[in-house]
């Protein structure tokens, strides 16, 4: 759920709450995923495949536009650096696609006591527990999402287990109360295992929005130990 709002003014970040465990600031949707998604790369050391840090925008007016996840950019560089490589054909390139594994790197719904009616308590994201998988997003329970495979799932928690990374699993606010989208469809579409990961946010699209600092860290440790392990 990226969104930059043009309207809003952006003010610093700053620590927040008695124990100082929260980040208050303008962006966090998606700025906070998208910050430790590059982080972890740069910090990976032992890729065993390629891996890409895809950064794009306009995600909340539907991916479209040139920089919009819509577009044919990513495709388009990956068919270059095949080219470069000596090795492209229009098939490889599918077959590049279809082979990939991808988190896509985005914002849940954190609960928050003071509207508990919008959570379905047993499926929703906690702050200090750590990164957030959603196997499905969507409206109305996950119509317009890319509904993640339980066998992808199942890769994704044995990695995260095997390097001591806490996650949990969420929705987006209750069926018929919450409810959005991600990009994770769009790469979906070459055939691709994605699912969306990241970090829950409380005053989701509010000008000042709050994060815990743990699961910042922990989605963090999650990308990298899925870049290493996937
Ligand atoms: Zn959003």
Redesign the pocket.
């Known amino acids: 759920?990226?969104?930059v709002s043009e309207w809003a003014s952006a003010g610093r970040a700053r620590d927040y709450g008695i124990d100082e465990s929260m980040i208050l600031g303008y962006g966090h949707?998606?700025r906070v995923c998208a910050y430790p998604s590059f982080d972890a790369l740069v910090e990976t050391k032992k890729l065993k495949k390629t891996g890409v840090c895809i950064l794009v925008d306009k995600?909340?007016i539907g991916s479209v536009g040139a920089t919009g996840m819509h577009s044919k950019f990513f495709e388009n560089m990956v068919a270059e650096v095949m080219d470069r490589m000596g090795d492209y054909s229009e098939l490889k390139l599918r077959r590049a696609l279809y082979n990939s594994k991808m988190l896509s790197s985005d914002?849940t719904a954190a609960y928050d006591p003071n509207y508990a009616s919008a959570s379905e308590k047993k499926n929703t994201a906690y702050f200090g527990r750590g990164m957030v998988l959603m196997k499905y997003t969507g409206s109305r329970g996950k119509s317009g999402s890319n509904d993640a495979s339980a066998e992808f799932i199942g890769e994704l928690r044995k990695i995260m287990d095997d390097n001591q990374v806490h996650y949990q699993t969420s929705e987006l606010g209750k069926v018929d109360q919450g409810g959005?989208g991600t990009i994770a469809y769009i790469l979906a579409n070459y055939g691709m295992d994605v699912v969306d990961c990241g970090v829950a946010v409380q005053n989701?699209?509010a000008p000042y929005e709050v994060i815990s600092k743990a699961d910042l860290y922990e989605t963090k440790c999650g990308y990298k130990a899925f870049l290493e392990n996937a």
Do not use: A, I, R
Request: charged share 35%; proline share 0%; net charge negative.
């Open positions: 759920m990226s969104s949707d998606d995600e909340e914002v959005g989701m699209h």
